[in-house]
């Protein structure tokens, strides 16, 4: 059976009834957003274990909309494996979270209701929702043009000439960054603050219930070599809670702030914002990123279906391709990847349990 659904009605279905079996309890907050069927969007909680344990696990998906039809099923995975067969430690609770951008994931965007990229929205102390980077505006009519997508257009040439007139590092810097001046464009962090993130402020100490020490697993996928894995941490190699992590996670796979290969920080991240909220507890995270296709190819289809979105129409054939697409570079339909995939994020999910 797979555990991959192909919508989010499907797949948070199919997670709150494995989830409701395993006697987890659950939880749903809605966000006020157009749904493509008559039925909310809703981000869905799930806790398992002793509400009065010292330690939990957070295992997060879909904080990039689409990227929550992999997350969830690493998460239904998990349930319907490991937890329905085992009993979790007395002193741990298991948190886990379905889709933080359900409104992307039903539509198919990396985006949420407002556009907005969520792991750039979640700016700490006195960060405001101003700004972009310097190349950005130059690069915003090839990134951002107003016209429905087109077969017929060069976008490998006209990248390749962009990488020439810039240079590589400049576009890896100034793409995935994040920008806060183009509320229609990729990458956008907003103007204020989402939904998903006051929903988090709103309810996730109350998730937590007496943890002093957390471990938060997020899952993402569409960025790194195909069916593999790597762990994005802010923290650098020398220090404890890194050493920490490397007594379960391969440190190969670990990439902290000085790493040699270390790719763009880019402001507004979950991650930070989780730690930041919570100064009084241990709070060690790690983004989860899952390969699929190349870095040119994920940006051509991203920016196609940004563009199917505000100036196709849904009954086009451009439009269609272009949400297929999507799917296919976050979600690839092979079965070799989702296999891999599946066992790498379910192990992952085993060695924080372990850890914590
Ligand atoms: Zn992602």
Known sequence: MSYFSP???????????????????????????????????????????NPLAHKAIVISSGLHGVEGLFGSAVQLALIETYLADNRLSSDLAVVMIHTLNPFGCAWY???????????????????????????????????NPQSPPSRLEPFLAKSLGLIGKYGMSTLKN????????????????????S?????LTAHLRRWL???????????????????????????????????????QFDREKILTLDSENSVYQPSGSLGNWCQNLFPDLTYDFLLAEFGTYSMLRVLKALRAENRAHWWGKPEDKSYQQAK??????????SQKWRGIVLQQGVDLCLSAIKLV
């Open 109 to 143: 965007r990396r985006w949420n209701e407002d556009n907005i990229d969520l792991n750039r929205n979640f700016l700490v102390g006195d960060e405001v929702y101003q700004g972009c980077p310097p190349a950005y505006p130059q690069l915003d009519s090839f990134l």
């Open 174 to 193: 100034t793409l995935p960054v994040g920008q806060y001046e183009f509320p229609q464009g990729l990458f956008f962090g907003g103007k204020a603050r």
């Open 324 to 333: 297929q697409e999507l799917l296919e570079v976050f979600v690839p339909q």
């Open 195 to 199: 939904q998903t993130q006051q929903i």
């Open 209 to 247: 219930g007496l943890a002093q020490q957390v471990l938060h697993l997020d899952l993402h996928s569409g960025l790194g070599k195909w069916g593999n894995y790597q762990l994005f941490s802010n923290l650098t190699a020398d220090s404890p809670r890194c050493q920490w992590l490397y007594q």
């Open 7 to 49: 919508d989010y009605f499907t797949a948070r279905s199919r997670w709150r009834s494995a989830a409701s079996r395993l006697g987890c309890r659950l939880e749903s907050q809605e966000i006020d957003a157009a749904s493509p069927i008559n039925a909310p969007l809703t981000i869905d909680i799930a806790i398992l274990g």
